[in-house]
T-cell receptor
Framework: DVKVTQSSRYLVKRTGEKVFLECVQD?????MFWYRQDPGLGLRLIYF???????EKGDIPEGYSVSREKKERFSLILESASTNQTSMYLCASSPGQGPEKLFFGSGTQLSVL | GDSVTQMEGPVTLSEEAFLTINCTYT??????LFWYVQYPGEGLQLLLK?????DKGSNKGFEATYRKETTSFHLEKGSVQVSDSAVYFC??????????FGQGTTLQVKP
C-alpha cells in the first residue's frame, strides 16, 4: 500500500524556535508538496518540489523554507516559529507531470506557544 | 489567479438524504477538477475527478459533472450514510503539478 509518512502527529513548540517537519514517501514520486490547513481557509500551498534539490514557492511561502536532498524525503522548515504558524500541516506526493492523484500524509498539528 | 469556492458548512443531513455540495471555480485555461475527502484524523484522499467539459466523475455513489458553461463541479450523492461524514474539498489544476483547493465543506450525517 502506498504511503506518505509525516514524522509527528502533534508538535508543540515555543515562539522563535526552529522547527523541522519531515515527510517521507515510498512511491518513488517526483513531486512533493507542503500545504497548511486552516478552518475556513481550506488548504493553502506553501512549497512544492518536482525533483531532488528543486523547489518552487507556493501561495504562502513567507516564514518557511524547504529541503529535498533525497527523492523520498521533503522537509518543511520554520526558521523562527510564530504563533500565526499554528496550524495543521499536510504533506503530499504525486507522480509524473500532472496532479492526476495526490497522496496525502495524515498531517502534523503544530501548536506554537 | 485561479480559485475554487465551495458552499459554507457544516452540512447536516439525516441518513439516506440527498446530498449536494456546491463548487464553482475561476480559471484562465481548461482545468482538471477534483473532489477530495478527509475522514476524521486522516489525510485527504481522492474521491473523483473530471478532466474536460461534460465529463462525469463518480466513485462510492458520489458523482460530479464538469460544467464549463457555469464553471461548476457540484458533488452529489443520492443517499448518504453515517460513514460519509467527513470534510469534502473541491480542487482544480490548470497547468503544472499543483492543486488549488477550496475551503472545504464539513458533512455530518445523523442516523
Amino acid at each position: 500500500d502506498v504511503k506518505v509518512t509525516q514524522s509527528s502527529r502533534y508538535l508543540v513548540k515555543r515562539t522563535g524556535e526552529k522547527v523541522f517537519l519531515e515527510c517521507v514517501q515510498d512511491m518513488d514520486h517526483e513531486n512533493m508538496f507542503w500545504y497548511r490547513q486552516d478552518p475556513g481557509l481550506g488548504l493553502r500551498l506553501i512549497y512544492f518540489s518536482y525533483d531532488v534539490k528543486m523547489k518552487e514557492k507556493g501561495d504562502i511561502p513567507e516564514g518557511y523554507s524547504v529541503s529535498r536532498e533525497k527523492k523520498e524525503r521533503f522537509s518543511l522548515i520554520l526558521e523562527s516559529a510564530s504563533t500565526n504558524q499554528t496550524s495543521m500541516y499536510l504533506c503530499a506526493s504525486s507522480p509524473g507531470q500532472g496532479p492526476e492523484k495526490l497522496f496525502f500524509g495524515s498531517g502534523t498539528q503544530l501548536s506554537v506557544l | 489567479g485561479d480559485s475554487v469556492t465551495q458552499m459554507e458548512g457544516p452540512v447536516t443531513l439525516s441518513e439516506e438524504a440527498f446530498l449536494t455540495i456546491n463548487c464553482t471555480y475561476t480559471a484562465t485555461g481548461y482545468p482538471s477538477l477534483f473532489w477530495y475527502v478527509q475522514y476524521p484524523g486522516e489525510g485527504l484522499q481522492l474521491l473523483l475527478k473530471a478532466t474536460k467539459a461534460d465529463d462525469k466523475g463518480s466513485n462510492k455513489g458520489f458523482e460530479a459533472t464538469y460544467r464549463k458553461e457555469t464553471t461548476s463541479f457540484h458533488l452529489e450523492k443520492g443517499s448518504v450514510q453515517v460513514s460519509d461524514s467527513a470534510v469534502y474539498f473541491c480542487a482544480l489544476s490548470d497547468y503544472g503539478v499543483k492543486l488549488i483547493f477550496g475551503q472545504g465543506t464539513t458533512l455530518q450525517v445523523k442516523p
